[in-house]
Nanobody, 125 residues
Framework: QVQLVESGGGLVQAGGSLRLSCAAS????????MGWFRQAPGKEREFVAA????????FYSDSVRGRFTISRDNAKNTVYLQMNILKPEDTAVYYC??????????????????WGQGTQVTVAS
């Protein structure tokens, strides 16, 4: 099991930027594929971005591709989500998730057994 703690959320104006961090502990982080998901009020949780432990290109949802960047620092057991050109529709609770297997296609949330508690991102228009 991996314990995950997100940070970096907050209130930002449209067009602004935020960087989310997810600190991991427990199972070897370098062998964990990591994902970011989000859930807006009244909506289902949706995939945002993911990066496999095995390398390869990251995956992004169409709604964030070109604006968000996922990265990881295995030495710090941390995964990041750099969010630029934020829009009001990006407002949601953002969750970090981990899975002990590689990912080869944009993943579904049920493929991740470990989750953080979430961090709120609010984008004001």
């Amino acid at each position: 099991q991996v314990q995950l703690v997100e940070s970096g959320g907050g209130l930002v104006q449209a067009g602004g930027s935020l960087r989310l961090s997810c600190a991991a502990s427990g199972r070897t982080f370098s062998r964990a594929s990591m994902g970011w998901f989000r859930q807006a009020p009244g909506k289902e949780r949706e995939f945002v971005a993911a990066i496999s432990w095995s390398g390869g290109r990251p995956f992004y949802s169409d709604s964030v591709r070109g604006r968000f960047t996922i990265s990881r620092d295995n030495a710090k057991n941390t995964v990041y989500l750099q969010m630029n050109i934020l829009k009001p529709e990006d407002t949601a609770v953002y969750y970090c998730a981990a899975r002990p297997l590689a990912i080869a296609t944009p993943p579904k949330d049920h493929q991740f057994p470990d989750w953080g508690q979430g961090t709120q991102v609010t984008v004001a228009s």
